[in-house]
């Protein structure tokens, strides 16, 4: 069993920043993915970003490259997504999720385990 743990949501004005974490515990891959996804009410979950730690290679869809930035702190297994440049329409619950291996696409069928979430509300 893997256990996620999200934090570093909250509100922020359209503009501003947060960082989100992703703890990662439990019988961890030695090489393995997290992935980033969002839902907000009414929309289906939309993959944001992943991140492989074989090689340290970031993946993000288009609707948050150049603001969005996908991170690890190996020693502490946690993943951060830095978002920054929020948008009203980026308001949404931020879900990490996990797979063994390298990352293949950002679909959440491909993840094994995920976190209960954390809310980012963006306002004006």
């Known amino acids: 069993q893997v256990q996620l743990v999200e934090s570093g949501g909250g509100s922020v004005q359209v503009g501003g920043s947060l960082r989100l974490s992703c703890g990662v515990s439990?019988?961890?891959?030695?090489?393995?993915?997290v992935a980033w996804f969002r839902q907000a009410p009414g929309k289906e979950r939309e993959g944001v970003a992943n991140?492989?730690?074989?090689?340290?290679?970031?993946y993000y869809s288009d609707s948050v490259k150049g603001r969005f930035t996908i991170s690890q702190d190996n020693s502490k297994n946690t993943v951060y997504l830095q978002v920054n440049s929020l948008r009203h329409e980026n308001t949404a619950m931020y879900y990490c999720?996990?797979?063994?291996?390298?990352?293949?696409?950002?679909?959440?069928?491909?993840?094994?385990?995920w976190g209960q979430g954390t809310q980012v509300t963006v306002s004006s």
């Open positions: 999720e996990y797979r063994d291996g390298d990352c293949q696409f950002l679909r959440a069928d491909d993840y094994e385990y």
């Open positions: 439990g019988y961890i891959a030695s090489t393995y993915c």
């Open positions: 991140f492989w730690t074989g090689l340290k290679i970031p």
